[in-house]
């Protein structure tokens, strides 16, 4: 049986009469199991659909014209309302549709609507997905369009590097951008004079090579000379960890200097590297643990096995079948040193103390540790004290310092030093100070500071943009043909350096103060490599931490600053719901290798962790032996899944087009 809705009585005692058509109290109203849908993309100005479908969880019926759903106030979108479809009872489903026109401006929105019952709210507010507002027509090879004194203005050619002598072609289905060189044009180009004065072999310091090395020598890169391919501290010619006759159980200090090193193994926790070498060697006749340090300068050191079929080859080149252990960065020893650790079975080992890249070289401390039964020590973000797990501890302090409950080494007698500050470290581990909520401590000042606060997914420039200028998601006015860096991913990278493996994680790890694990113990996680292409016709440039700290992360365990907002990774099942959100918080932006070739392309690298940002023409790797390069799947049931990257999801800066800025790939986890 259908009921049919019926006035409301109200009575009215000085006439005895009960009289129709009074006012349902709003209490008897409500609202539930909202779904609502909207367009994804529009133009600004443009009509934007909106559809809510809803329970009526109340008492009462809904009518047309006196339920409906309306805008929130101090929204981008102008007032307005959704009209119901037709009654609904309690219990009964409803629809609310309306045609809301958009704010001439560009950016992410998301609506917020409330119930009302003849003006008078109900209910929960209702938030609709994400709409898009922009200029762009979907169309990647004919440039981005730009919201331009309230018009979009036509895009350039986002792949025209400005070099007559290349070829340039757009992939309109990769959204990717390709340069073939001609017979006369320059692989890169440099602002500095090539100097091979003095040189035998090696880098001319414009990114060409001066000579190579005849046969059986090979060139030491700091100071460019042919040496013997056997000479000490090589592959072919490695030195002894140890003495001969002495003990490896237990902790050894060891110096060395890779300065007259020659480059030939390629670690496999930093693909690019070309830096030179000192290469050790030792063998195990039992099965033991190992523990290595090397500091003094931004170092990687390596473990290979050797293979006696083979003796030496394992040693050279990129080698990953031998690897049994990779660290580029790690605390201790912090400072841009590195630590690998391992529980080795018996054999013959090679340990390589090498660079991040062809410029670091140098003298080194390098602090090995070995443990009986292949025991492995557990001092991961430990300098000092603490019981190491098996039976030895995780170092001394020096003279003068002492050795404070979380690991770290402090002056003894520690006398704070806050003279002139307002916030920050007093030196002793505590603080100065803390800054009111809205403003930051500035790091080179120790000073509060206030930031202008920018919405980038809603950006409003102010003062407003001048002619010929459009508003970018940095809150900054650009040029309408403006030159913009543009990032993407290699795809094949990500697909194709897929490892899986298990860490064991205490309350003193990084890993776990990074927040880049659930939790501590045994941890499963999934090891990926993400390498970030700026294939755009700009460089990719951010402003210092000591300027811009609200841009940044502190890591009190690799010692420097991390961007904040570069990527986001996820584990998504088959439907696309995100299983697993990835606890990386913060990257370290710099040029790792030229993926592009022209005259208007860089030859060497400018940008690092120091001074952070990506040349036109190339890629930021993170290779997925890095700590925090996983994603933490301790608690994820076997099955097919899929990795998904985004660069810049945050919309930090402006580039050419954020539609290429996302990749998915496959992955089974058993």
Request: charged letters at 20%; glycine letters at 12%; a negative charge.
């Amino acid at each position: 049986m259908r009921f049919r809705r019926l006035l409301p009585l109200c009575f009215l005692p000085a006439l005895h009469l009960f009289v129709p058509g009074c006012s349902v109290d709003v209490a008897e109203f409500d609202i539930a199991d909202a779904v609502a849908t909207i367009d994804t993309r529009a133009r600004p100005g443009d009509v934007v659909n909106v559809q809510v479908d809803a329970r009526n969880s109340g008492q009462a019926t809904w009518v047309p014209g006196e339920v409906t759903l309306a805008l929130g106030e101090g929204q981008a979108f102008p007032s307005a309302s959704l009209a119901l479809a037709g009654e609904v009872e309690p219990g009964a489903r409803g629809t609310f549709t309306g045609k809301l026109t958009s704010p001439v401006r560009t950016g992410l929105f998301k609506l917020n609507l409330d119930a009302n019952y003849e003006g008078a709210r109900f209910g929960d507010t209702i938030t609709t997905p994400a709409t898009e507002l922009t200029c762009s027509d979907g169309v990647y090879c004919n440039g981005a369009e730009r919201l331009v004194a309230g018009q979009c203005v036509s895009g350039t050619n986002p792949c025209d590097d400005g070099a007559e002598c290349t070829t340039d072609t757009c992939d309109e289905a990769k959204d990717t951008c390709a340069h073939e060189l001609g017979p006369s044009c320059a692989a890169c180009t440099s602002d500095c004079t090539p100097d091979c004065t003095g040189k035998a072999c090696g880098d001319d310091g414009c990114g060409g090579v001066c000579a190579t090395c005849p046969a059986g020598e090979a060139c030491v890169n700091a100071t460019n000379e042919c040496k013997p391919a056997n000479q000490p501290g090589s592959c072919a010619a490695p030195l002894e960890l140890l003495p001969a006759g002495t003990a490896l159980l237990g902790v050894h200090q060891i110096q060395g200097d890779t300065t007259g090193g020659l480059h030939e193994s390629v670690p496999t926790c930093n693909s690019t590297s070309t830096a030179a070498e000192t290469v050790y060697t030792f063998t195990l006749t039992e099965k033991m643990g190992i523990e290595a340090r090397v500091s003094g300068y931004d170092t990687v050191i390596h473990l290979r096995k050797d293979d006696t079929a083979t003796p030496g080859n394992e040693c050279i080149g990129y080698n990953t079948a031998a690897n049994a252990g990779c660290s580029d960065d790690a605390s201790p020893p912090g400072d841009y040193g590195s630590r690998v650790d391992a529980a080795l079975d018996p054999g013959t080992y090679y340990l390589i103390v090498d660079g991040f890249d062809a410029s670091q070289y140098g003298p080194f401390d390098l602090q090995v540790k070995f443990t009986v039964d292949g025991c492995v020590p557990h001092c991961d973000g430990l300098f000092c004290g603490t019981d190491d797990g098996c039976g030895g501890d995780c170092g001394t302090c020096p003279a003068g310092e002492a050795c404070t409950a979380e690991g770290r080494c402090r002056p003894d007698p520690c006398v704070p030093d806050c003279g002139g500050k307002q916030c920050g470290d007093d030196g002793c581990g505590g603080t100065c100070g803390t800054c009111a909520e809205g403003s930051l401590c500035v790091p080179a000042t120790s000073k509060c500071q206030v930031f202008a606060d920018c919405d980038n997914e809603a950006p409003v420039c102010d003062p407003p943009c001048g002619a010929g200028e459009f508003c970018g998601t940095d809150c900054g006015c650009h040029a309408a043909n403006e030159a913009m860096p543009d990032l993407v991913i290699d795809e094949k990278r990500l697909l194709e350096e897929i490892l899986f493996d298990e860490l064991d994680v205490s309350e003193n790890s990084c890993a776990f103060i990074e927040e880049c694990v659930g939790g501590t113990g045994k941890r499963k996680l999934l090891r990926f490599s993400v390498e970030a292409k700026n294939q755009g016709m700009a460089t990719l440039t951010v402003p210092p931490p000591a300027e811009r700290p609200d841009l940044f992360l502190f890591s009190p365990c690799h010692g420097h600053y991390h961007f904040n907002g570069f990527a986001t990774y996820a584990l998504l099942d088959k439907d696309g719901k995100e299983i697993v959100a990835g606890r990386k918080q913060a990257y370290c932006m710099e040029d790792t290798q030229q993926i592009a070739q022209g005259p208007n392309v860089g030859c060497n690298k400018i940008y690092s962790c120091e001074d952070q940002g990506i040349q036109r023409g190339w890629s930021d790797l993170y290779g997925n032996t890095l700590d925090c390069q996983w994603l933490d799947i301790t608690d994820v049931a076997p099955g097919e899944y899929f990795i998904q990257v985004k660069l810049n999801p945050s919309r930090e800066f402006e580039e050419v087009s954020l539609d290429n800025n996302t990749a998915t790939v496959p992955v089974t986890i058993q």
